[in-house]
């Protein structure tokens, strides 16, 4: 009746002192409540991902002494813990990704992973060698199969790694498999990666327990959802997503007991239901790991600023999230009284900064260049930018984070400001396309009306000019999503594009807006990863490229 | 006398149709001059780096026509073009990073790469599969070894990689070796390529093709220097750095030729020379890239913006760079005529736009919550995002792109306002420390005062605020820059840096700057490379992190 402990934990990138006693906190935990193996995820004595921090001799020696730290903890009970290990061999890369596995105060075995994740927002070569043969290890007289993340993940038909670690393993006569992960959040991974574990399970007819890393780390978003899955390949325990959790579980209820089967894909509803939960976990990660509890945005009385504005008062506290009205000559009425309405109905602060006076300034001051020529990009973005001044200057004053409220559609084809309304710390929405964030408005409102529905109804427009419409630059958002998400999330062609029904001359359009806009991208601040592929750390585009241009 | 033509060429990113030309228009011109084969660098149908549109098939079917339409004009002529090649295996990924050699017409043999670069800007696991054997072909009754870039970089005694295609290729008796290469430069990056060029012909008593690629793609520049080596390691044949170049040798009298020792290391005076000559091309090809003429910045009088105008004005020329003096309340009378100077001896336009009304405006603005507070970073803040608004207002009326004129260490301790100084759609100086922007302002005054002299002699100031220094919120340049470039570029611990001799209050408060203002480079624009550690794509580093922090 061997008791294991998964422990699903939230780590702080490079904060040592923080993560360690965390660990030796759930190694006691463990220990109390009479398990005999507690397993943290993967590389958890310094978060993932490190970064180049990596790079750094100091950095792992801090990663070796914490594991030192822990050590003398796991005497009761054994552990297995995620950290990098030096490479002795004096060939290939400098570390390996491991798994040190823990009994009676030693490290037993170091487990090294030989599938290294290098695709969107993995770059597991750049600091680790891949190991090309795996052992199993013996605990209490079981042969466990300790492996991490990426190696339970290479079973289709045309597999992206040549080799596959637990075949090696279940030859030694694994009888447990145990995973330790830290594999990010996307709408439609959980189901993905249930059937990937399940996959394992059924194939080599074994218990297989998975703890997976939780919390967000800068734009990557990590959901929890640890557990076990009996040979069968059914799901007997979870986890909770999006928080800590700490669960025990015997490997023979494991087996023995019937659990449901793997999600099969994610139906429409629940994709906005965990967008939004992990857009709330990033947004208070990305602050509580800052140091930061205070956010400022500008309130548009348009759509995007409103959801930004839900999220950040759900996740912050109402009333730590002040929100700016910047009205300009162009601004309608209604963009001030919904931008007003909001504020009130999620409870919020908020401050009133006219900013005519300002841009009169700015195109005085520019008259005797500017003069007779037509009103163009030049004055729009005067006022985008005279907007960010505002919020910047409160900002600095008063130590609250900006922030960035542009969402994936106009990111794509850069339709918005650089240095003006695509400023801010973090993009809360910056992944999520325009037809989502309807979808995510409507979501909050799904109890009462906390984001004004006219600020849903209406056509979008970015006010810089008078009566201006995005439909007036763009197509309708439910064309140009469908194209961007073609081209962006799958990577087609533009003739695969036009194949499925959309106009040749727009698609074209689209796109050489998106390769052109490269440049504006590149200076926008992180995006929370909610899709596949997201802009930022996971997709690299060149600049100076003329690909579709 | 077999001779061979080596086509050093700057590409384009995903300009097929450019780069196809050009190596029709070299193939063309190998055949007029008798060459028997003539040698192109790494990717070039493509360009190289082509970041992740080589995840798109459509991409990767457009190199396949490129060399479809290259073929026809290898009749008198034999090519060696690098092209990526896709992986039909069935397993890894998708893709090899190939060379084709192209006789009579037809591919008579692909090579792929074997050891990819995966540190610093490279990330070639991204996209390719390593290859695992090497073949030699041949050409005229002679043993060819054409391998790639970094297939040739095992040699040393901790090898960064587990095996090295080179041994192989020599044990089938081996000839000659072609390397086809991308290999960007940084100032100290040619001694080690002619060192371990030659140590490879030296090693395996064999002559040497080298052919890399010129010019700069966005940040990366590739400095050319191609180059013939003859099997006692000594260089016979050089061609240019930092432009494009031809130039067709016998295989014979490279053998027989005596040629020079390589470089050892690289002198203090060289280091300042070619970072000014790869800044030149820098900015050069990413105006010429892009498509744009004209550059703007702000001139303060001080160092940085001067050395950036002059690079510009050399590269752009003069009358293609406006410079835009915006004089606060804080400035001093030099600031004006040090900029008007530098304006005049370079012969670039400038407009004069005082700021202090505009300030006035936003301060007056903001009364309502800053009243009774003390001036701080807000206000000074203020004149720096008032500056970037005049400039980007009229960047977006008239053109041109804007200059970022931030140095390294600036950069690195994140002294500079986001959205103010720290705008442009390039960064010059970024990758140049303060020390070195002194000594660059030298060289470009070797011959006559471009620069005033009171810009170089004067005390650094941003003259946010009355009598402000660099020097009150920062050490003195001479001890600040060593130590960022023992933690940026040697990746040294805060122990080893104290023990070089600097006081160690002053270097944990250095080294937590340099992570806590991560959330700035972030958003900051693409910075010319010139250093083996630059900022942007090449140092990859979490924004949430706590190490050192």
Request: hydrophobic share 40%.
């Amino acid at each position: 009746m061997i008791k294991i402990a998964l422990a699903q934990l939230n780590y702080h990138i490079g904060n040592f002192e923080q993560n360690t006693a965390k660990i030796i906190e759930n190694i006691t935990k463990a220990k109390q409540q009479g398990a005999d193996l507690v397993v943290f995820s993967e590389l958890s004595v310094c978060g993932y991902p490190s970064g180049d921090f990596l790079e750094f001799s100091d950095y792992i020696n801090k990663c070796e002494e914490a594991l030192e730290h822990i050590l003398p903890h796991c005497d009761t009970v054994a552990a297995i813990i995620g950290a990098p290990h030096r490479n002795y061999s004096g060939k290939g890369k400098p570390l390996f990704n491991a798994a040190f596995f823990i009994e009676n105060q030693k490290v037993k075995h170091i487990y090294h992973k030989g599938l290294l994740p290098n695709y969107d927002i993995f770059d597991e070569y750049r600091y680790f060698e891949p190991a090309t043969s795996f052992r199993i290890t013996e605990f209490k007289g079981m042969r466990l199969a300790i492996n991490i993340c990426e190696d339970l993940w290479n079973l289709h038909d045309n597999p992206l790694y040549t080799g596959n670690p637990m075949e090696e393993l279940a030859a030694q006569g694994a009888e447990l498999i145990i995973n330790i992960a830290a594999s990010p959040f996307s709408w439609d991974h959980r189901g993905q990666r249930e059937s990937m574990l399940t996959q394992n399970a059924r194939k080599y007819g074994l218990p297989l327990f998975y703890v997976n890393q939780v919390g967000a780390q800068t734009e990557v978003i990590f959901d929890g959802g640890s557990m076990a899955i009996n040979p069968k390949g059914e799901i007997t325990g979870e986890l909770k997503y999006f928080e800590e959790d700490f669960r025990i579980m015997t490997i023979d209820d494991v087996i023995k007991q019937k659990g449901r089967t793997p999600r099969e894909g994610e139906d429409a509803n629940r994709k906005i239901e965990v967008i939004y939960q992990a857009l709330i976990l990033g947004i208070k990660d990305y602050f509580g790991k800052i140091g930061f509890k205070q956010a400022i945005l500008g309130l548009s009385g348009g759509i995007d600023s409103a959801v930004t504005m839900a999220l950040a008062a759900d996740a912050l506290g109402a009333q730590n999230v002040l929100g700016v009205l910047m009205p300009s000559a162009y601004s309608s009425d209604h963009s001030v009284t919904d931008a007003q309405q909001l504020a009130e109905n999620l409870g919020c602060p908020s401050y009133n900064i006219p900013i005519k006076s300002t841009t009169d300034i700015f195109e005085a001051q520019l008259k005797p260049w500017f003069e007779g020529l037509p009103f163009n990009v030049a004055e729009e973005n005067i006022q985008a930018r005279t907007r960010a001044v505002y919020l910047m200057a409160l900002s600095n004053k008063f130590g609250q984070v900006l922030l960035n409220t542009s969402n994936k559609s106009e990111a794509a084809v850069g339709y918005g400001t650089l240095y003006g309304d695509m400023c801010g710390g973090l993009s809360v929405l910056g992944d999520v396309y325009k037809t989502d964030v309807f979808r995510l408005a409507r979501y909050i409102n799904r109890h009462q009306e906390r984001i004004p529905v006219n600020s849903i109804a209406k056509p979008p427009s970015a006010e810089l000019r008078p009566d201006q419409k995005d439909s007036d630059s763009l197509p309708e958002y439910d064309i140009l999503d469908p194209i961007l998400y073609n081209y962006i999330e799958l990577r087609k062609s533009p003739r695969e594009i036009y194949e499925l029904g959309f106009n040749k001359e727009l698609v074209d359009r689209v796109l050489k807006m998106v390769n052109f806009c490269e440049y504006k991208r590149y200076q926008t601040p992180p995006v929370l990863r909610v899709s596949p592929k997201a802009f930022g750390m996971g997709r690299k585009m060149p600049i100076v490229a003329r690909y579709l241009g």
